[in-house]
């Protein structure tokens, strides 16, 4: 078996298709033969790209390493086209080139968004060098996990199912549904700002933006709590030589914080209970009860049906989510001659009223994104509801809250 961590985005297929999606705009078309080209170099040091994957025993499949399988060029674009995405018979990887933008579908049964990272640098290393880098190996194994879990003691009280749920309001008009990507960015001098103001209040960066999605979602269910799912790339606790392998693979895992917040409450009184809760975690190191009992069921020789028992209840797909890809370095996303100007990283489209909020940082510039499938009116509600907390990160930033 491979990674058993693939296995925690195998449940609730029909409701959420597990993919990180980056959209690359670039000051220039890319040559696609060269991209093409890059996409077989990668696929020699990551074969899984060029593989199917079967759910039943969790194994990729190979198949045909014919780089038209994954990059396809198209005059015009609908993000529907993620609704054909299929990896259980498909390459784990589609790039689609649309002018001067590239769309790119990572499979999450494949990778995380760290690992969807690497992918992406690795990508325009072998585009620049047209040619596989020498001396590279992608690990995919968590050996440095499981000596984490054998000398960390399980945490108590975490549960993974809050009694009371963050929810946005379903809305009549929820017919006719189409898929959407919406943003919304800080400039440079706003996530500048943004920082000095969390640095300022002595909480971290990603517990002023969980606080500010939670409050935001709150203003529109009215629960006298936050409850959300932190996700943590656990590459960082690993010894420092694997720390530096190409892990392009599953190795995320997630805190669970709950904290009393009433919807009158300012975000930066917030920010403050979600940092105290966040150290406390940290330093238990909470996020390992995630993966914990499937670890456990995977050493016992479970099924794979037992398997998505257990992440169920430790890891299920929550209707209103939240994730941080953090920075993707500019330096190491070019492609020759090619700049990206701006990048959008999020995770898998979400029927309304569900809600991923997904956040990245490039070239200095902070995008706030959602990933929506609905109604007209109901992908305006998400756009309202995006707007909603780039206002209340701006006014922390003016001192107004």
């Known amino acids: 078996m491979v990674d058993p961590l693939n296995i925690l985005h195998t449940i609730g297929l029909d409701e959420l298709y597990p993919v990180v999606r980056c959209e690359l705009r670039l000051s220039d078309q890319l ?30 499949v190979p198949l045909d390493r014919d780089a038209a399988t994954i990059v396809k060029v198209v005059t015009d ?18 790039i689609i080139v649309t002018g001067e933008k590239l769309i790119i579908f990572v499979s ?36 440095g996990i499981r000596q984490l ?20 309001p379903k809305l009549a008009d929820s017919q006719s549904p189409t898929y959407e990507v919406i943003h919304t960015q800080l400039t440079e001098q ?13 909480v971290t960066l990603n517990d002023m933006l969980m606080a500010a999605f939670g409050k935001t979602i709150q203003q529109y269910c009215g629960v006298e709590a936050i409850a959300l799912a932190c ?20 190795m995320t895992a997630r805190y669970n914080f709950d904290v009393v917040s009433q919807p009158e409450e300012g975000l930066a009184v917030t920010a403050k209970k979600v940092h105290e809760q966040m150290v406390d975690r940290k330093k238990a190191k909470q996020f390992l009860d995630s993966i914990r009992g499937l670890v456990a069921k995977v050493d016992a020789g479970q099924s794979i049906d037992e398997l998505q028992k257990v992440v169920e209840a430790s890891y299920h797909v929550r209707e209103i989510a939240y994730t941080n ?77």
């Open 31 to 60: 040559d696609v033969d060269r991209l093409k080209r890059a996409v077989v170099a990668v696929g020699k040091i990551i074969p899984e790209i060029f593989a199917s994957y079967e759910v039943a025993d969790n194994q990729f």
């Open 149 to 168: 879990l054998a000398t960390t003691k399980p945490t108590v009280n975490t549960t993974d199912h809050p009694s009371e749920k963050l929810l946005l």
């Open 190 to 202: 706003q996530t500048q700002a943004l920082h000095a103001a969390t640095r300022k209040l002595g």
């Open 231 to 250: 996700p943590t790339d656990m590459r960082q606790y690993l010894p420092a030589d694997q720390r530096q392998q190409l892990r392009v693979q599953n």
């Open 77 to 94: 674009y609908d993000e529907g086209a993620a609704n054909r995405l299929d990896f259980m018979n498909q390459p784990q990887l589609k």
């Open 325 to 401: 890809f953090g920075i993707v370095d500019q330096e190491r996303l070019r492609f020759a001659d090619t700049d990206v100007q701006q990048l959008i990283m999020t995770g898998s489209f979400r029927r309304m009223p569900m809600y991923q909020v997904a956040i990245s940082t490039f070239n200095g510039e902070m995008t706030l994104a959602v990933n929506m499938i609905g109604s007209r009116a109901e992908r305006q509600f998400g756009r309202a509801v995006l707007d909603h907390m780039r206002v209340r990160l701006l006014a922390i930033t003016d001192g107004l809250d």
């Open 108 to 143: 999450h049964i494949l990778s995380d968004g760290a690992g969807t990272k690497q992918l992406l640098y690795l990508l325009a290393e072998c585009y620049n060098r047209q040619a596989v880098p020498k001396g590279i190996q992608n690990h995919t194994d968590i050996d």
